[in-house]
């Protein structure tokens, strides 16, 4: 089954990284994940204030904002896509995830199969 891991950033370093990990921590998870042979997608977004947001009113007018977006807490910094048999595989894949450190956190989301 495939889990998506949104991986959220609880503080930003000065690098505009999570806080509290390095590259060589992202490239060694990575690699173990990789070479499990789970990896269906993953991508680092680019830094926040190349963000942004379309609303759309009820009567179908847009307003677009440029980040960075105030409401939040917690910065979405990328992500996984993993196939694991189960759920509690993918809940332990996201506990070694670096960006699941400290203040950051790693949401678990199943990803829809609209064909079965």
């Known amino acids: 089954m495939k889990y998506m891991l949104?991986?959220?950033a609880g503080a930003v370093g000065e690098s505009g990284g999570a806080a509290e990990c390095n590259v060589e921590d992202w490239m060694a998870y990575?690699?173990?994940?990789?070479?499990a042979?789970?990896?269906v997608a993953s991508e680092s977004?680019?830094?926040?204030?190349?963000?942004?947001?379309?609303?759309?009113?009820?009567?179908g007018r847009r307003t677009v904002t440029d980040g960075p977006?105030?409401?939040?807490?917690?910065i979405l910094g990328g992500f996984y896509v993993i196939d694991v048999p189960n759920l509690d595989a993918a809940?332990?894949?996201a506990a070694r995830c670096p960006g699941a450190r400290g203040d950051g956190s790693?949401?678990?989301?199943?990803?829809?199969?609209f064909g079965a």
């Not at 990575?30 to 070479?35: R, T, Y």
């Not at 790693?106 to 199969?113: I, S, W, Y």
Request: proline share 2%; aromatic share 4%; hydrophobic share 50%.
């Open 91 to 93: 809940l332990d894949w």
């Open 45 to 59: 977004l680019a830094d926040l204030v190349t963000a942004t947001a379309v609303r759309v009113d009820e009567d």
């Open 30 to 35: 990575d690699k173990e994940v990789q070479e």
């Open 6 to 8: 949104l991986i959220n």
């Open 106 to 113: 790693v949401v678990v989301r199943p990803v829809a199969d």
């Open 37 to 39: 042979g789970i990896l």
């Open 69 to 74: 977006f105030a409401e939040t807490r917690e």
